[in-house]
């Protein structure tokens, strides 16, 4: 049970974290090859086009996902790398995606795990895909609203419309939000901080961390420790609880229903 536990998990973990993605990379350069002159690019092109540059620094706060509330992320490229932390729903991962590898890190429990590939965060999050077109803008309270609309092919009772909305700030031109309206729902990105320059990334040393790319390769402790962690469950929480990871490894799976009840969780129902 622990190890089917295990992988629905981590594939809802990549799923949200990677969700937010309104475009693909191939769809967004696309977009972006569409030539038009500096003077009437909209604010929304030009903020593409730093983000091409791939030196900058953002700080948002991602709502909508479901269930998880807020999700706090910062994204940072800077010399061909990029680095991406998420806050999802108390689970936090750290994303560096560097020499076309992406490592998947969780600080918290020294877990990782390694692609091959290289997909970062903010490419499809902070742009316009192929397809979609300015509907509408307008400045008002200081502000200016440009909205983009495609459609969704993808949607399962048909083709649909879908809204892409950048609000910036009048007088610096700054980006504020992103609210996308799509048939899987609505997403508002919460812009705390942008700017156009990077800083250092480096990977940490992950001597003594343990790969979660096969789940099977792991132990029953380590497989439960992950486990729980998706849960909110750390080894804080066990050891006020009278626990130890090495305890609960040792129960069979009523006994361990029945101390993750104590803890105020259900796995099994």
């Not at 918290?108 to 970062?120: A, G, L, T």
């Not at 092919?153 to 950048?166: H, I, P, Q, V, Y």
């Not at 998706?230 to 040792?250: P, V």
Request: glycine share 8%; charged share 25%.
């Amino acid at each position: 049970m622990m190890k089917k536990f295990l992988a629905f998990a981590s594939a809802a973990v990549l799923a949200a974290s990677l969700g937010g993605c309104s475009k693909s990379e191939a769809e967004s350069s696309a977009a972006g090859s569409q030539t038009s002159s500096e003077e009437n690019k909209t604010l929304t092109e030009k903020m593409m086009d730093n983000m091409k540059a791939g030196e900058y620094s953002i700080d948002i706060t991602v709502s909508g996902l479901e269930s998880s509330g807020d999700t706090d992320c910062k994204i940072t490229a800077h010399d061909g790398k990029t680095f991406t932390s998420l806050n999802y729903g108390g689970i936090y991962t750290e994303f560096y995606s560097i020499d076309d590898k992406t490592y998947l890190l969780m600080p918290d429990v020294n877990f990782y795990q390694i692609s091959d590939e290289s997909k970062p965060f903010a490419d499809g999050l902070f742009s316009i895909g192929e397809g979609d077109s300015l509907s509408s803008a307008k400045t008002e309270n200081g502000e200016t609203t440009e909205i983009y609309t495609s459609v969704d092919s993808t949607a399962e009772s048909g083709s649909t419309d879908e809204k892409f909305t950048f609000v910036y700030d009048e007088e610096t031109g700054e980006l504020k939000s992103i609210t996308s309206e799509t048939s899987s729902g609505t997403t508002e990105v919460t812009v705390n901080s942008i700017n156009w320059s990077g800083a250092d990334i480096n990977l940490p040393d992950l001597t003594g961390w343990e790969d979660m790319s096969d789940s099977d390769s792991l132990d029953h402790k380590s497989q439960l420790k992950l486990s729980l962690y998706y849960m909110g469950i750390t080894e804080e929480d066990l050891d006020k609880a009278g626990y130890t990871y090495d305890d609960l490894a040792d129960m069979d799976d009523d006994k361990l229903a029945e101390a993750l009840s104590d803890l105020g969780v259900n796995i099994f129902g």
